[in-house]
């Protein structure tokens, strides 16, 4: 297995769990967040019968900006894979104008894409593209 340099940061599992706050307020909910360092999801909330793990994504710039949400086809493919153990999967998306969320799996096209500014070739994959005009705004 090749090792690939750790990205996440404190600060983006800050961001995280001010989401996660912030959807349970909503929810009227607490997040439980996973122990294992590389989960596939960053939160689940539990309800009367069902669980629900959410992945979590803080943007720069407004929902508006661009068209369509990318997302790693290989992370849409594992919080999809959650509905095969009785739980739904939403992706959150903190824009800086609004929080979103969406329902998986959803109305998508598949792309090649990703980051090419850090020179990582494994940045660069098969990905989701999510149109943004079909997240639910998330009232604050």
């Known amino acids: 297995m090749v090792s690939r340099p ?8 800050g961001n995280q769990h001010y ?10 909910l607490e997040a439980e967040v996973p122990t294992e360092e590389y989960a ?3 939160g689940m909330f539990s309800f009367e019968d069902r669980k629900c793990v959410v992945e979590v994504k803080t943007r720069k710039n407004e929902r508006g900006r661009y068209p369509t949400y990318m997302l790693s086809k290989n ?3 594992a919080l999809c894979g959650a509905t095969n153990h009785n739980m739904d999967a939403l ?3 903190q824009w800086t104008d ?6 998986l799996p ?3 096209t598949v ?3 990703g980051r090419y500014d850090r020179g990582d070739p494994m940045d660069v994959e098969q990905v989701v593209l999510i149109p943004t005009t079909n997240f639910k705004r998330v009232p604050e």
């Open 106 to 108: 959803t109305e998508h």
């Open 98 to 103: 609004q929080l979103g969320v969406i329902q």
């Open 111 to 113: 792309s090649t894409g």
């Open 40 to 42: 596939f999801y960053d």
């Open 19 to 28: 989401v996660l706050s912030k959807l349970g307020r909503a929810f009227g």
């Open 6 to 13: 750790k990205y996440e940061s404190a600060a983006d599992r």
């Open 91 to 93: 992706l959150a998306v």
């Open 75 to 77: 992370k849409y493919d």
